[in-house]
């Protein structure tokens, strides 16, 4: 589980510094891609701790919607380091794709329980 983190983190990092060196926006979005990579790997930990039970889908559910906003976070400090961000950009939709699944998840969670 710590390898998806690091790999995260390193290609992120790999991609920022190769194409514009390291400045302000790197080291301040390197926080959030951190704890959103960090918050993916406990999730898919919980997904397989609750593989064999009736917490299987929430937990798979959950991790799923994780990993769209884990990728979106990525994507767009990506794009912030460019200056490419727009409010239109496709990443916005990411992250309702990936609120509405981690929503869903919870929802489904209550009514397992």
Known sequence: MIAIPVIIVSAYSYLAISSEG???HY???LIFVSIA???????ILGAQ????????VVWSLLAVGL???????????YLEIFGQYTDTHIVNALWQAGWMVIVYSLYRHQKVL
């Open 49 to 56: 701790s609750f593989r064999h039970s009736a917490l299987a």
């Open 27 to 29: 080291y301040y979005s």
């Open 22 to 24: 390291t400045n302000f």
């Open 67 to 77: 990993f769209f906003h884990t990728f979106a976070d990525i994507w767009y400090y």
């Open 37 to 43: 990579s960090t918050s993916i790997s406990f999730a």
